[in-house]
T-cell receptor, first 110, second 116 residues
Framework: DQQVKQNSPSLSVQEGRISILNCDYTNSMFDYFLWYKKYPAEGPTFLISISSIKDKNEDGRFTVFLNKSAKHLSLHIVPSQPGDSAVYFCAAFTGNQFYFGTGTSLTVIP | DTGVSQNPRHKITKRGQNVTFRCDPISEHNRLYWYRQTLGQGPEFLTYFQNEAQLEKSRLLSDRFSAERPKGSFSTLEIQRTEQGDSAMYLC??????????????FGQGTRLTVV
């Protein structure tokens, strides 16, 4: 049962434009959401997070938006840079574990 | 402290052999998690520790798998009688106790297991 879903396996964006990565979840008990970035053969690297009591969190070029009524969150990267090319995982936390989506592979074209 | 450290980075073993992986978490983190990731999938939860206590195990963790965290510091994950289906990236993560506004887990670089 996939409680966190990333329905777009891949995304290509031109350098300098906005990248929008989407994530949906099913469990209304999730109280914390995170985005991780992963390069091949390495572990996920924490990027940005948001508590369920907020609807937006911003950190430099990265902004995460949470829509609890729609059970949807998104990651905006502006402006996108070639170094942002990686697989991005959405994760949700409740109580004792993190649940991950299947990832979206972002390619930023120079 | 340079973050979560996992050893070895790569392990190739023959089917039926036992393997053991080690994870050294960030020193002040009392929570430690083990996850497994296969190609095209996100990390899947295996188990977690609160200090030295193993508080939850996934049904993915068959009786061939055992994890320990003696003294609440480093942790080991052992797989007995390995099978080809065990081939995966094994990830360790650590975190502080979850809070209302902060619950980040930090991952190590993983151990890539190949069972031949």
């Amino acid at each position: 049962d996939q409680q966190v879903k990333q329905n777009s396996p891949s995304l290509s964006v031109q350098e300098g434009r906005i990248s929008i990565l989407n994530c949906d979840y099913t469990n209304s008990m999730f109280d914390y959401f995170l985005w991780y970035k992963k390069y091949p053969a390495e572990g996920p690297t924490f990027l940005i997070s948001i508590s369920s009591i907020k609807d937006k969190n911003e950190d430099g070029r990265f902004t995460v938006f949470l829509n609890k009524s729609a059970k949807h969150l998104s990651l905006h990267i502006v402006p996108s840079q070639p170094g942002d090319s990686a697989v991005y995982f959405c994760a949700a936390f409740t109580g004792n574990q993190f649940y991950f989506g299947t990832g979206t592979s972002l390619t930023v074209i120079p | 402290d340079t973050g979560v450290s996992q050893n070895p980075r790569h392990k190739i073993t023959k089917r039926g052999q036992n393997v053991t992986f080690r994870c050294d978490p960030i020193s002040e983190h009392n929570r430690l998690y083990w996850y497994r990731q296969t190609l095209g999938q996100g990390p899947e939860f295996l188990t977690y520790f609160q200090n030295e206590a193993q508080l939850e195990k996934s049904r993915l963790l068959s009786d061939r798998f055992s994890a320990e965290r003696p003294k609440g510091s480093f942790s080991t994950l052992e797989i007995q009688r390995t099978e080809q289906g065990d081939s995966a990236m094994y990830l360790c993560a650590s975190s502080l106790d979850p809070g209302v506004l902060s619950t980040e887990a930090f991952f190590g670089q993983g151990t890539r297991l190949t069972v031949v």
